[in-house]
């Protein structure tokens, strides 16, 4: 639960040593970990960090997990090189380091991926998953982007934008019940105003 102290309600959880079954590469100015499935797959999955970045092992093992389902899972490094988030930090400077990472920023990282996964690994039906600040991602990319065809927001929801309910493609949010920074009335509303928008 998030509070003055600790602004972010964020928790890396149990962290795992697992080591991955993808590759890194580069994709135009950002790294990318990449796992494809044993067969060939037109499906991919825009796996999207949380605050403590694309090389956390447990948003790795989630890639690996929709690769063995049948997708193509690429996980960029959406903060484009700048250091992750560590819960050894001191939780009142979270709002100076989260500046230069706005989640709603994001829109030259998501062209280099779906440019990629449309031209290197002949995706054709993309998706995205993402967790906190990759979950406001996710709730992003659906207002822009009409080719991304389905999204999963895990915690995180877009509050600055008018258009925050026109979705462009089916969204799945998945938020906690008792929560005081994203409160359930704010949930709801979220629900009613977006079938509204269908």
């Keep these: 639960m998030a509070n003055e102290a600790r ?6 959880g149990d962290r795992s040593d697992y ?17 494809k499935p044993s067969g060939a797959s037109d499906k991919a999955v825009i796996v999207i960090q949380d605050i403590f970045g694309w090389e956390l ?12 389902n049948g997708y193509i899972a690429v996980c960029p490094d959406f903060f484009v090189g700048k250091e992750p988030w560590s819960p050894t930090k001191d939780w009142s400077k979270f709002q100076e380091w989260l500046k230069d990472k706005n989640p709603t920023e994001i829109n030259k990282e998501v062209d280099a991926v779906l440019k990629y996964l449309k031209e290197q690994c002949g995706a054709k039906r993309i998706g995205t998953v993402g967790f906190c600040w ?23 929801i877009v509050r600055e934008r008018e258009d925050k309910y026109a979705l462009k493609s089916p969204t799945l949010f998945i938020f906690a019940e008792n929560d005081n920074v994203i409160p359930l009335d704010q949930v709801n509303m979220c629900f009613f105003l977006t079938l509204n928008n269908l």
Excluded: W
Excluded at 7 to 12: A, E, H, V, Y
Excluded at 24 to 35: F, G, L, M, P
Excluded at 134 to 156: D, M, N, Q, R
């Design 19 to 35: 080591g991955g079954l993808g590759q890194e590469v580069q994709i135009e100015h950002i790294k990318a970990y990449v796992v």
């Design 134 to 156: 990759g979950g406001v991602a996710t709730h992003y990319v659906a207002l822009l982007y009409p080719e991304i065809k389905a999204g999963v927001s895990v915690y995180g």
């Design 7 to 12: 602004p972010c309600p964020c928790d890396i």
């Design 57 to 68: 092992p447990n948003t790795r093992y989630m890639a690996d997990m929709l690769a063995a």
